[in-house]
């Protein structure tokens, strides 16, 4: 079935550094690709999206862009605050179904 | 506001003890979830219910039930809870199904001893 695999974490950066998330995906067909966050005690909220191949999803100064030959979509930010820290989910959808990866726990130091 | 509520936001409980966790959505959306949100494992869905009287599995149903009898309502029941079900549990629904965005509740922190 459809998977998503994301980087370990936790990941601890300085304010204003460069963020790389790494998220890749093994799908059949041409699924839809999310970024959801969490932040402390809420529920997730969608970040971005992108819905076929060489789409660049972007809100909030983040980007990912859908690559269909790395089957990857990475979550990016040029210069991240305290108030980013929270965990990032990547999913999908394909088949019918929403599939969410397990979570990067990203905190931010001042 | 738009919003997704869940009741109650923590609760402790015992083994085989029936609790219901209640949901309800106030934006006239058509899809409602369940997920469980465990550490390493990411989300799972448990249930899901494209419209009212339309339930289905999702990928960890075992020992939970649902039903939507209102379009707003979309509540979680344990018959006999157990302690592998101690989780955080997620209500999420949006327009039309699993593939628009989905709006989430705040979360109902459940132990079970």
Redesign the interface.
Known sequence: GDSVTQMEGPVTLSEEAFLTINCTYTATGYP?LFW?VQYP??????LL?ATKADDKGSNKGFEATYRKETTSFHLEKGSVQVSDSAVY?CAL?GN???T????TRLTIIP | EAQVTQNPRYLITVTGKKLTVTCSQNMNHEYMSWYRQDPGLGLRQIYYSMNVEVTDKGDVPEGYKVSRKEKRNFPLILESPSPNQTSLYFCASSIQGASYEQYFGPGTRLTVT
């Open positions: 839809s959801y005690g809420e529920g997730l909220q969608l999206k989910f959808f019918e179904k929403l969410f990866g397990t979570g």
